[in-house]
């Protein structure tokens, strides 16, 4: 099983200032690898897939990089609205699909 | 537009049984593999199982095997899931969830539904 890790557990960021999350994977999923959003009480929302790729109507301050085994999610410009969990996932190799642990991004 | 649209809420017993619906539309079931993905309060994402989107066998993650049970009515386009043996640390939101325009990336999601195990 790939074990996903996110790091941090929580970020607070001020407000306009850029956040950068982490995501390492225990062995290379190439970059089969999303990023979903998770407001309060909300759905998950998928942000980026294929690592880098922004899904429709995601605004461009969100961006994923990385191949292999180490992924990141920078989130320019933070916005209020912004204020959520976020969960990389990998799906290079199946079953499991395999999420981390999550960032909970806070608005300083 | 594709919609997934799951049944309410469920309280159980320890030990009992629940089954969560989740209805396609805007797509046919056939055409989907549907996931279903769950969140114990004030926890993360963990998969639970599902079709597997090469060859729409079930796949279940190892920890659930002998317990959870998916199926399929392609009559009334909906989807289940069965997750029998129910303890307290079942209680989380249930969600199913499916890839419609990447490649096995989760971007259609139900509403979730809480299922409570409580004595």
Known sequence: E???TQSPATLSVSPGETATLSCR???TVGTNLAWYQQRPGQVPRLLIYGA???AP???ARFSGSGSGTDFSLTVSNLQSEDLAD???QQYNDWPPFTFGGGTKVEIK | QVQLVQSGAEVKKPGASVKVSCKV???TLTELSIQWVRQAP???LEWVGGSDPEDDAPITAQRF???VTMTEETSTETAFMELGGLKSDDTAVYFCTTDVHYPVAFDIWGQGTMVIVSS
């Open chain 2, 65 to 67: 095997q002998g317990r």
């Open chain 1, 2 to 4: 790939i074990v996903m």
């Open chain 1, 86 to 88: 976020y969960y990389c």
């Open chain 1, 52 to 54: 880098s790729n922004r």
């Open chain 2, 42 to 44: 004030g926890k993360g």
């Open chain 1, 57 to 59: 109507g995601v605004p």
């Open chain 1, 25 to 27: 994977a225990s062995q």
């Open chain 2, 25 to 27: 539309s805007g797509y």
